[in-house]
């Protein structure tokens, strides 16, 4: 039976804005990334145009009598309940994809006036339809490579063992049309997400993608809008003519034009998102989540759109319900009472090698507590938040830069110490120029509740942080200190430096009262997540 204009239309249509948007996002959000990057590290390099920002002497007095000691932490430890917010996080979002699992089943068995319905039917349309939720687990929760690992064997699992029953029960069914099954739902969108879901362009991935999709949809739309009447053709080609265009150039005209119109749309939904990121309504993460579900919804929408063209709005309606179960198991989630702040610095050098450790340590910090770190070329795009992003677009990334002592105290009063609607707390970068990063080091330092230094690939280049390591045996107890290592840390060289700041220790350290003064390292392998929980438990007894 022929399909009607509208479901052809849609059928066609959605399909290409989806593949040719996410296609189009991955390496935009890649190119532009880059230009954050430079401009970023120009800013860095740059001193603020007068004298340094002064920093304060701290007096000193004769070494401290009791010698310092070097402990390794054992990875042995669990996490205190205040930080165990990521897997509570990870149950809400089973929990939202399961509705947005079971409304498209039902839109399925509905649409398709399937009569034979049964236990073993039932369970594997929900399990295909759920794996938006594993995705939005693994982003969430899953701190290494062998965590992620685990969760889609399990999910392939139960989905085999179903398909298992399905064939014992109905021999016609058979694994290889089960499969097709699954891919024609879910094989699309996954390899898309994957796209622009990478870690190097994660944090702007959903950005550059609402942006292409909405531009190439204008596009596809104009094109639409002139070829449903033939008076409409005419019209377009008469008035393409009167300036010199021919049939070709009359296409392009129209392409472009919708595409323009539509870009400035997008533009307007981006500043639109960023300004509900800066009044909380969102967070970054939940921003990543819910792109993952609307991108599913549209796949299944197309399918369910060869039924009748009205079935369009079963994509959107499975979303709407997985938006609503996500607000409402988030709002029951318990609050952290007292949540902490911690300091992240590292070796720059170490480049995407930070990257790993970074996005481990902050599924399992941020849900008790926020991070604040110093902007370096190793973070500076994994870090960026949407607000700084947009401002970077616009031309306004210089205002973010830290130019004086007042500059200092008004990004540190800017910290937000509310966690966002989905109980996650932020990440803070202070953006400094050459002179003003000591003096921004001291402040966060003084502020912080716990310190973990990355210092991986450490050696007597880095003197930046030897300054860095004298500011926390002056200004920090150890015991809220961890610094982190491995194969590549020159050890030798750090205890030696450690001893030596050690013996110049300022009359003011807190660390000249403590019975037992010690450094704690953490040799790192993954990282793990042990290692993560271990780092998390040591700071919340700390």
């Known amino acids: 039976m022929a399909k009607d204009p509208i479901t052809v239309a849609l059928t066609g249509m959605l399909p290409l804005v989806m593949i040719a948007g ?9 190119l532009l990334l880059w230009l954050y990057r430079r401009a970023v590290l120009r800013g860095m390099s740059e001193s603020r145009g007068g004298a340094a920002v002064s920093v304060a002497a701290r007096s000193r007095m004769e070494a401290p009598r009791r010698t310092l000691e070097f402990l390794s932490l054992a990875t042995n430890a669990a996490p205190a309940a205040a930080f165990r917010g990521a897997w509570r996080a990870a149950l809400v979002y089973i929990a939202a994809g399961s509705a947005f699992a079971m409304t498209l089943t039902a839109v399925w068995l509905i ?33 290494d490579r062998a965590r992620k690992f685990w969760i889609v064997a399990g999910y392939f699992a139960v989905y085999a063992a179903l398909v298992v029953a399905a064939h014992a029960r109905s021999p016609e069914a058979t694994w290889k049309e089960l499969a097709l099954f699954w891919m024609i739902e879910n094989g699309a969108p996954t390899v898309l997400l994957y796209l622009f879901l990478m870690r190097r362009i994660r944090s702007v991935g959903p950005l550059v993608l609402v942006f292409a999709v909405i531009a190439l949809l204008g596009s596809q739309l104009a094109l639409s809008f002139l070829g449903a009447s033939d008076a409409r053709m005419r019209a377009a080609v008469e008035i393409a003519g009167s300036v010199g265009f021919g049939g070709t150039g009359t296409f392009v005209a129209t392409l472009l034009l919708g595409l323009i119109v539509f870009a400035v749309l997008g533009w307007l939904v981006l500043r639109w998102i960023g300004a509900r990121y800066a009044t909380k309504k969102l967070s ?15 796949n299944a929408s197309i399918d369910f759109v060869f039924e009748h063209w009205a079935w369009i709005a079963a994509g959107l309606v499975a979303f709407a319900a997985y938006k609503l179960v996500a607000r409402l ?6 609050k952290v009472a007292t949540p902490k702040r911690l300091l992240l610095l590292r070796v720059f050098a170490l480049g995407a090698r930070s990257e790993p450790l970074f996005d481990a340590l902050r599924k399992q910090w941020l849900r008790g507590g926020s991070i604040a770190m110093i902007a370096g070329p190793d973070l500076v795009t994994s870090a960026v938040e ?25 990004r540190v009063a800017a910290i937000d110490p509310l966690p966002d609607p989905d109980g996650r707390y932020r990440i803070t970068e202070f953006f400094c120029h050459d002179d ?8 966060l330092v003084s502020g912080s509740d716990a310190v973990l230094m990355d210092l991986r690939s450490f050696s007597p280049s880095n003197q930046g942080c030897v300054y860095e390591l004298g500011r926390l045996l002056d200004a920090l107890d150890l ?22 700041l050690w013996s110049k220790l300022a009359n ?5 009262l403590a019975a037992e003064p010690a450094a704690r390292f953490m040799e790192v392998r993954g990282p793990t997540a042990s290692e993560m929980q271990t780092l998390v438990a040591h700071f919340a007894s700390a």
């Open 22 to 30: 996410a296609l189009l996002a991955a390496p935009a959000a890649a």
């Open 111 to 143: 649409s398709t006036h399937d009569r034979e319905i049964g236990p073993i039917k039932l369970l594997l349309l929900f399990w295909t339809f759920a794996w938006p939720a594993v995705l939005a687990v693994i982003l969430v929760a899953a701190e």
């Open 284 to 298: 970054d993460e939940s921003l990543t989540i819910d792109a993952i579900f609307l991108l599913f919804s549209i």
């Open 329 to 334: 198991g988030f709002r029951l989630l318990p």
């Open 386 to 410: 949407p607000h700084e992003f947009l401002d970077f677009l616009a031309g306004h990334l210089g205002r973010t830069f830290i130019e004086d002592e007042v500059g200092i105290e008004r």
């Open 436 to 443: 003003t990063w000591q003096a921004t080091l001291r402040r």
């Open 479 to 500: 015991k809220r200190v961890v610094f982190v290592t491995d194969k590549t840390t020159d050890r030798p060289f750090l205890e030696a430096t450690l001893q030596e």
């Open 508 to 512: 003011e350290s807190p660390n000249r």
